[in-house]
């Protein structure tokens, strides 16, 4: 098994270099700590994901969760970790030190170990990802009750939190959702429902766990206007601290492709008329707090995919470096010593395909990390501009490396040949279990509606241009620096795509209505994904050729040498896509709405 499985190197790059992390320390909320700080979480990240995260890669892939006689067993380990997270601040790590946190930025205490722990194992990591997300919604929405009751177990790691909005007969309609509360005289709702596809939603390897679930208070009002919020605990709290099972029964969980470590399982809600949920918030608005734990989901599941595929990159270097096979092309003596893979071009080209997405989708989703620090810290119109950015690019940075994730883990694969196709190399179980992120939270069709039937109209178009502005800041950085001139003209040339076909959509959507407008949204998500990443690559090409005119030593210079080379190969093989994916958005004839169901049949 490959020993390396991020770069730390790379991610400092994101910190310092790239992006001014060390300004945050100016807000009041975040001046108690330092850089020397920020680099010991990446240290201790680092270790614990070598000593901790990565060692039960496999195991928990081969030992996957068990149903027994109603109850779900994981991988003893389990246990283990959880508590390693609570216990090292992993899971209250941006909260406000009042409530048992240390008040760091999201780009520190969130992105750096979900990013190296992630790409050490995705399964393990899960569950404090989705136990920080709801302790988070507690935090933000919560009465005082309600965080002196939950979250003391929880940021310690003896309670598992969870989302559950999917129901049976709803899927990602959440208009559709039945799960009910019944009030009563006594401070709770009586719940009914059933809720699938909830991520450790019911394991052994806690003492508990507490969903923040989707429902609807009984004679609400129907679609999403009537959706509210409830914590359901599988255990309730007497008043005398112990505790008593709540009438949330797991009925079942689901073998998977990938992702095996982390159970998925299906709920049922009072069965027996005794389930107890606590209304969050205000009724009828849950979907907007719930929106909190969504995009932040979102981009969590942009972040596995980006560092999965980072596994997957340092696995395939790892083997082509030390795989012999054949010879030059321009070798003519067949007796000659065989060369590592690493030296044929084609190799070159899919681990430059494979870096190329990797660091791209870490660049932007470290961008959308900051926008939500500096959203929590400013004021005024700097805030919303930051909100809105931060919401415009999240389906973005949740899908673009979850789609290209796939195709990254395959050329790594490719890379492997037959070997890649074993278990007895990580090649296939990454590939496995990256191919749960384009569905899980928001499928891929579902984030190109948002993209481009929400978020680019969202304020009168105000979030788009911003959007732009910020590309535009880099085009004209990137200008002043002769050998990247060519670059940002191609990205000023596909800027001006951008702005031609998303005025051609909304032409559709005013003349043709909501179907046809979204038809080929996702197609439109591709399309604009690919020019966010150049854009991102841009930014690292312009701080690497700053770096690279200061003569650094030969490991920096090698590694920024590297990034002017993923450059090249962004521009040179990714972004010309864009030209095919314009012409099929400006020319839509309609084909999938028009499309009629019996021409499937044979």
């Known amino acids: 098994m490959a020993e390396k499985f991020i770069s730390d190197r790379n991610l400092k790059f994101l910190m310092y270099e790239l992006n001014d992390t060390e300004a945050l320390l100016k807000y009041p909320r975040f001046a108690d700590h330092s850089k020397d700080v920020f680099d010991m979480i990446l240290e ?16 928990m892939d081969r030992e996957e969760p068990q149903y027994v006689n109603g109850e779900v067993k994981v991988h003893p380990k389990v246990r283990d970790v959880l508590r ?48 920080h997300g709801a302790a988070g919604l507690i935090v933000s929405y919560g ?16 309670w598992q939190g969870t989302m559950a909005l999917t129901e049976p007969q709803a899927g990602s309609s959440l208009t559709d959702l039945t ?51 409830f914590i359901i605990p599988k255990l309730r709290i007497k008043e005398d601290g112990s505790l008593e099972p709540n009438d949330v029964n797991c009925a079942g969980i689901y073998h998977k492709l990938g992702y095996k470590g982390t159970p998925i399982t299906q709920l049922a809600f009072g069965e027996n008329e005794d389930c107890r949920g606590w209304l969050v918030g205000e009724a009828n608005k849950g979907l907007g707090y719930m929106f909190q734990m969504m995009n932040g989901a979102r981009i969590d599941v942009g972040l596995a995919a980006a560092v999965i595929s980072s596994a997957a990159y340092y696995a395939s270097l790892e083997y082509a470096k030390e795989r012999p096979q054949g010879r030059k092309l321009s070798g003519k003596d067949p007796l000659a010593p065989q060369v590592p893979i690493i030296e044929h071009p084609d190799i070159k080209r899919m681990l430059l395909f494979q870096k190329a997405i990797v660091e791209g989708s870490l660049s932007l989703l470290y961008q959308c990390g900051l926008y939500e620090d500096l959203e929590h810290v400013t004021e005024g119109e700097e805030k919303e501009n930051c909100n809105l950015l931060l919401e415009l690019l999240t389906p973005v940075a949740k899908t673009y490396p979850a789609e290209m994730g796939i195709l990254s883990c395959s050329a790594g694969l490719q890379i492997l040949g037959g070997y890649g196709f074993c278990e007895e190399f990580p090649l296939e179980q990454l590939y496995r279990d990256i191919r749960i992120h384009p569905i899980h939270e928001g499928t891929t069709g579902i984030q190109g509606m948002d993209l ?31 050998e990247l001139k060519p670059f940002a003209g191609k990205l000023t040339e596909a800027v001006a795509l951008l702005e031609k076909v998303t005025a051609k959509q909304f032409e559709t959507a005013a003349s043709q209505g909501p179907e046809m407008f979204l038809s080929d949204a996702t197609v439109y998500l591709e399309f604009f994904g690919i020019i966010a990443i150049a854009w991102q690559w841009l930014r690292q090409a312009t701080a690497a050729t700053k770096a690279l005119a200061k003569n650094p030593g030969e490991n920096d210079a090698n590694f920024y040498s590297g990034k002017l080379a993923a450059n090249r190969y962004f521009f040179g093989y990714e972004l010309p896509k864009i030209q095919a994916l314009a012409e099929r958005l400006l020319n839509n004839d309609g084909l999938t709405v028009t499309m009629k169901n019996e021409y499937f049949e044979d």
């Open 143 to 158: 009465t005082q009750d309600m965080k002196d009751t939950y979250l003391p177990k929880m940021i310690t790691g003896e």
């Open 452 to 482: 481009l039937g929400r978020k680019m109209s969202m304020k009168k178009g105000k979030a788009a241009q911003l959007y732009l502005a910020e590309v535009r800041k880099a085009i004209k950085e990137a200008e002043g620096i002769a």
């Open 84 to 131: 390693s997270a609570g216990e090292g601040g992993w899971i209250a790590s941006t909260f406000p030190y009042d409530l048992g946190g240390q008040q760091l930025p999201f780009s520190v205490g969130v992105f750096l170990p979900t990013a190296i722990f992630g790409a050490a194992n995705y399964s393990a990591v899960a569950y404090q990802g989705l136990t």
């Open 44 to 59: 201790t990240a680092m270790k614990m994901g070598k000593d901790i995260y990565k060692p039960l890669f496999e195991e």
């Open 179 to 229: 799960t009910t509360g019944t009030p009563t005289d006594k401070g709770y709702y009586l719940m009914k429902g059933q809720k699938l596809f909830i991520s450790a939603g019911d394991h052994d390897g806690c003492d508990n766990v507490i969903h923040l679930a989707l429902g609807r208070v009984k004679d609400a009002p129907p679609g999403i206007k009537g959706i509210s919020l």
